[in-house]
């Protein structure tokens, strides 16, 4: 019985915030392997193209054909289909081929939450979650957050950690009237934060270095998960290793997970879902702040909304990131974020 109500609560859960895998190749290997799919046409076989599709499918482009997958190395109609569906949700060129841009996004890090192809909401790129959920209580609400006390790393100090998801929080609580307190009590905590290896007992097992990155679940489950395996970095100054992970802009994407965003077209969005080592994308866009104001409304002491105005007017609100500094600041001083 136990079981059952589990395997309920998962599938009630979109899990959110696996990081791309690459699909059998190293970064290296990406070019080599691109020349190889260039020529690559309909009803050609290619070793490889096998990855694709497993990755295609995991993301959610690639449907299952009379209820199986077959895994092979034929660029059919359907893989096809798959690829060009993928180019027009992350912003690539449109070509239905394996070019070099395409291949280097299948291999670059990020989230493993299952993209949503075809939700678009007219020419806004933000997206939901199906049924579009979210934290449902009395405005302006308060979520509280905890650590596991288990499930934790200790690469970087607490404190460090705490500050940089204090801040991650509070980027999203600048726009929105959802306040985030963190809380030592875990058991009764809305958010769940916790550092897992491998197979953890969500279904969504992490893969080690690079990769997913982490996942969390849509609203109102709160699990937060990061892989414990990743070089997770506060400082890239002080963190000098190449496959160093910012783990501000790993937080911040997965928050916006937590509330109910799904992944953005918008290559700058915070919600787009990839990150490469060592960049940090931790300013929300036009994208992402409209996207999560249409789920909770508008934060009444933030500027945000005047800031969205004169981007639109300049034509220029998909490009303009906004600080979490430019907002109101004691808001952010009280919370207690990512
Ligand atoms: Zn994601
Ligand atoms: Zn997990």
């Known amino acids: 019985m136990f079981l059952f109500f589990f395997i309920i609560l998962l599938l009630g859960s979109s899990p959110c915030l696996l990081a791309r895998n690459t699909p059998g190749f190293t970064n290296k290997e990406v070019a080599g392997i691109s020349e190889r799919f260039l020529h690559a046409a309909r009803g050609s076989e290619v070793a490889g193209i096998s990855e694709f599709k497993k990755h295609f499918r995991r993301f959610g482009y690639l449907p299952l054909q009379n209820g199986t997958f077959l895994v092979t190395d034929t660029f059919d109609d359907r893989f096809e289909s798959a690829v060009t569906l993928y180019q027009e949700k992350l912003g690539l060129p449109t070509t239905g081929k394996l070019h070099l841009a395409t291949v280097s996004q299948v291999s670059t890090p990020g989230c493993g939450v299952p993209d949503t192809p075809t939700t678009f909401h007219g020419t806004k790129r933000y997206v939901y979650f199906p049924g579009k959920p979210r934290w449902y209580r009395p405005m302006p609400m308060t979520l509280t957050y905890a650590f596991s006390p288990v499930n934790f790393i ?30 030592e009590d875990y058991a009764f905590a809305d958010i769940k934060i916790g ?85 940090k ?58």
């Open 154 to 183: 200790s690469s970087l100090s607490s404190s460090d950690i705490k500050v940089v998801f204090k801040r991650a929080f509070a980027t999203w609580a600048s726009v929105i009237p959802v306040s985030f307190v963190e809380t």
């Open 195 to 279: 550092f897992y290896s491998g197979d953890h007992g969500d279904g969504e097992a992490f893969d080690g270095a690079l990769g997913v990155l982490a996942h969390s679940f849509s609203p109102e489950s709160g699990r937060f998960h990061l892989d414990a395996a990743e070089t997770w970095a506060v400082d890239f100054g002080t963190e000098k290793s190449p496959v160093a992970v910012d783990l501000e802009s790993v937080a911040t994407h997965e928050i916006g997970h937590l509330l109910g965003l799904g992944h953005s077209s918008v290559k700058g969005a915070v919600m787009y879902p990839s990150l490469k080592p060592r960049d």
């Open 281 to 338: 994308k931790v300013d929300l866009t036009v994208d992402d702040i409209e996207g999560v104001q249409a789920l909770y409304g508008l934060n009444p002491n933030s500027r945000s909304g005047d800031l969205l105005e004169s981007d639109i007017s300049t034509n220029q609100a998909v490009n303009l990131r906004i600080r979490a500094s430019d907002m109101a600041l004691p808001l952010i001083l009280y919370l207690l974020c990512m």
